[in-house]
C-alpha cells in the first residue's frame, strides 16, 4: 500500500521543512517550484517522490531551445506528406501523426503521476507563461484532431530551477515554492551514510573537512556539490587512501573540483 505523505527515502534525505512543503504542494493541487544551487538535489526530489509514493515518474528535461508545445504535442507532417506520397494507410487519420509529450503523457494516465519539468529557468522568458493555463486547468487542446487532453488524475508537478533568469510573477503565483538549502555538515553525514554500507568514521571527518574547507574559500567558482562530495569518497576507498593524506594531499581532487581556476585557487591556499 503506497503512502500518502512524503517522508524521503534510504538514499534521499529530506529536511523536516521540505518534507512538509512537498505534503502541502499536493494538498492544494499546486506545482512545487524547488530551487537551490546545483547538487542539492532537486532532481532527485522527484524521483525521491516517485518511490517513496509507489508512482511513476515522467521527467521533462528543459532546454535552450524547449517550447511550451514540446511538453503537450507535436504533429509529425513531414511524416503524413511523405507516407501520402507512398501511398500508406492510415494518412487520413491526423491521429496517427500526433505525438503527446511528458506533459500530455502525464495527463493520459488513469493513476496519479510525479511530473518532473526540470530546469525550467534554461527556457526562453516566455516558457513559464505559456504553461499557465495547462497547470491550472491541467488540460490543452490539440487543434489538428479538435480534442481535450485532459488529465483524469492530476499529476504531482514537481519545477526545478537554477535560478538561471527570473521567473515570471504570474507563474509564481501559482506555485508552492521552496529553496533548498546546502546541506549542513550534521545532514551532511546523513546524506553520505545512506550511500555507503560501511564508512570509517576518520574517514568521513577528514573528507568533510577538506570539503567544506573547499567550499568556503571565497573565489571559487563552481563550489563542489553533494554528488561530487560522494563521489570523492568512493574515489578514497577504491584508491586506498589513508586518512592522513587526505588532509595533507587532497588526492584525486579532480573528483571534487571541475575548472581550472578553481584548482590552481586551492593548490594555492594549501601552500600558504
Known amino acids: 500500500m503506497s503512502q500518502t505523505n512524503f517522508t524521503g527515502t534510504k538514499k534521499y534525505i529530506a529536511s523536516e521543512e521540505l518534507m512538509k512543503t ?7 493541487q499546486k506545482p512545487l517550484l524547488v530551487k537551490g544551487e ?3 538535489g532537486k532532481t532527485m526530489l522527484a524521483e525521491a517522490v ?4 509507489d508512482k511513476p515518474l515522467y521527467i521533462w528535461n528543459i532546454k535552450s531551445t524547449t517550447k511550451a508545445q514540446d511538453g503537450l504535442y507535436t504533429y509529425d507532417t513531414i ?3 511523405y507516407d501520402s506520397q507512398f501511398g500508406e494507410a492510415g494518412v487520413d487519420d491526423i491521429s496517427h501523426y500526433i505525438k503527446l509529450g511528458k506533459l500530455g503523457e502525464a495527463f493520459k494516465q488513469d493513476g496519479q503521476v510525479v511530473l518532473l519539468i526540470d530546469e525550467i529557468d534554461k527556457a526562453d522568458l516566455e516558457f513559464p507563461n505559456d504553461l499557465l493555463w495547462e497547470l491550472d486547468k491541467m488540460e490543452f487542446y490539440i487543434h489538428e484532431t ?21 521567473l515570471p510573477d504570474a507563474f509564481l503565483r501559482r506555485c508552492i515554492f521552496h529553496y533548498i538549502a546546502f546541506p549542513d555538515r550534521e545532514q551532511m553525514a ?19 573537512d577538506a570539503f567544506y574547507w573547499i567550499r568556503s574559500l571565497r573565489d571559487m567558482r563552481k563550489k563542489p556539490s553533494t554528488s561530487e562530495l ?17 588532509r595533507n594531499e587532497l588526492p584525486f581532487l579532480g573528483v ?13 591556499m594549501q601552500l600558504s
Not at 512537498?22 to 492544494?28: Q, S
Not at 573540483?257 to 593548490?267: A, F, I, S, T
Open 256 to 268: 571534487l573540483v571541475k575548472k581550472d581556476e578553481d584548482l590552481e585557487l586551492v593548490r594555492q
Open 146 to 166: 479538435k480534442e481535450t487532453v485532459k488529465a483524469k488524475v492530476r499529476p504531482i508537478v514537481i519545477i526545478t530551477s537554477n535560478a538561471e533568469k527570473e
Open 50 to 53: 516517485a518511490e517513496a509514493l
Open 22 to 28: 512537498v505534503d502541502v504542494a499536493m494538498e492544494l
Open 38 to 40: 546545483p547538487g542539492t
Open 190 to 208: 546523513e546524506i553520505v551514510h545512506a550511500h555507503f554500507d560501511k564508512l570509517e568514521d576518520n574517514l568521513l571527518k577528514e573528507a568533510m
Open 79 to 81: 511524416q503524413r506528406l
Open 230 to 246: 560522494i563521489d570523492w569518497i568512493r574515489a578514497l576507498i577504491i584508491g586506498g587512501i589513508d586518512t592522513e593524506r587526505i
